[in-house]
């Protein structure tokens, strides 16, 4: 199975101020598409995951533009650039380039 | 706007069968363009992928769950069902629905449940 690591595991922040949080994977998420097959999800306390980010930096339908991701092959990156109090909660990563599917252990996003 | 909505017994004995259903309205369960999918979460932990099934009844599993998952489809009642048997306490989690856009390329599982809690206990 392909390895999702992520740092940090928590993250306070301040509102207005920006916030990175890195995924790593154990072997290249980079197809021969051109697509790197990573998504980004976060998960607000008590509700059900919300996708963000597929494909490694598309924007999911209503996801606001100040949420941005980058990266390729093993190293991505999902950014915040000024975090907003509702953007609390658990961000996890994903590989979708084979199954199983498999997430990275969560950053929590604290204010 | 299509919307998953899990049921099914929020308690199973041990090595009993926990079986869980997912109704899918304002969209088709037969459609050729998504996967549908299941997730778990044991309480203040992560997120597990169980397996999907495609509208041809096509499916992939998790390894990790040794062979004791089923996934299936009831097109008559657009609906998708998850079976795990020989469950344990390990087993014990919330489980999601979910819906994998795109086949051949995956544009993420962009439509969720809101998630079942299933205790697995005597």
């Known amino acids: 199975d392909i390895v999702m690591t992520q740092s940090p595991v928590s993250l306070p922040v301040t509102p207005g101020e920006p916030a990175s949080i890195s995924c790593r994977s154990s072997?290249?998420?980079?197809?021969?598409?051109?697509?790197?097959?990573l998504d980004w999800y976060r998960q607000k306390p008590g509700q059900s995951p919300q996708l963000l980010i597929y494909?490694?930096?598309n924007r999911a339908s209503g996801v606001p533009g100040r949420f941005s991701a980058s990266g390729s092959g093993t190293d991505f990156t999902l950014k915040i650039s000024r975090v907003e109090a509702e953007d609390v909660g658990i961000y996890y990563c994903?590989?979708?380039?084979?199954?199983?599917?498999?997430f990275g252990q969560g950053t929590k996003l604290e204010i | 706007q299509v919307q998953l909505q899990e049921s099914g017994p929020g308690l199973v004995k041990p090595s009993q069968t926990l079986s869980l259903t997912c109704t899918v309205s304002?969209?088709?369960?037969?459609?050729?363009?998504?996967?549908w999918s299941w997730v778990r979460q044991p309480a203040g932990r992560g997120l597990e992928w169980i397996g999907r099934?495609?509208?041809?009844?096509?499916?992939n599993y998790n390894p990790s769950l040794k062979g004791r998952v089923t996934i299936s489809l009831d097109t008559s009642k657009n609906q998708f069902a998850l079976q795990l048997s020989s469950v344990t306490a390990a087993d014990t989690a919330v489980y999601y629905c979910?819906?994998?856009?795109?086949?051949?390329?995956?544009?993420?599982?962009?439509?969720w449940g809101q998630g079942s809690s299933v205790t697995v206990a005597s």
């Open positions: 099934i495609y509208t041809t009844g096509s499916t």
């Open positions: 994903m590989q979708a380039l084979e199954t199983p599917y498999t």
């Open positions: 979910a819906r994998e856009d795109g086949i051949g390329i995956s544009f993420g599982l962009d439509v």
């Open positions: 072997q290249s998420l980079l197809y021969s598409n051109g697509h790197n097959y």
């Open positions: 304002g969209g088709s369960i037969s459609s050729t363009t998504y996967y």
């Open positions: 494909l490694g930096s």
